[in-house]
């Protein structure tokens, strides 16, 4: 599983294919943390031909939302790499216009609109 969205990079050059999947997932039960890390490339073609990722996302769980999310695994059987893309998208943490209200911002997640690609 991946995700495909549209992202402009530092330099404004928009990327409408970009295409992001977890690379790393790293689980500390003892310490009830875990920190995930998303790669994203120009395009899905681009991660097949291992050409440079055009970025990175990290995502860092603890405490009380890592019980329940490792819960999740344990009970209902969840994979772990599941569980990462439903923290991505419900981790709002990009800053943006408010389409209702141009004069404010809003947080959404990094992952908002993007489609589920294999």
Request: charged share 30%.
């Amino acid at each position: 599983m991946a995700k495909k969205r549209l992202y402009i990079d530092e330099r404004g050059i928009e990327l409408p294919e970009s295409y992001w999947r977890v690379t790393q997932i790293e689980v500390y039960v003892p310490n009830k943390s875990a920190r995930i890390q998303f790669t994203g490339y120009k395009d899905q073609a681009a991660r097949l031909e291992n050409k440079a990722p055009i970025g990175h996302k990290t995502y860092v769980v603890s405490g009380q939302q890592f019980e329940f999310w490792y819960a999740k695994h344990l009970i209902e059987g969840i994979n772990i790499a599941q569980i990462s893309y439903e923290i991505a998208t419900g981790t709002f943490d990009e800053e943006v216009t408010d389409p209702e209200n141009p004069e404010q911002k809003v947080k959404v997640s990094f992952f908002d609109g993007a489609e589920d690609v294999l």
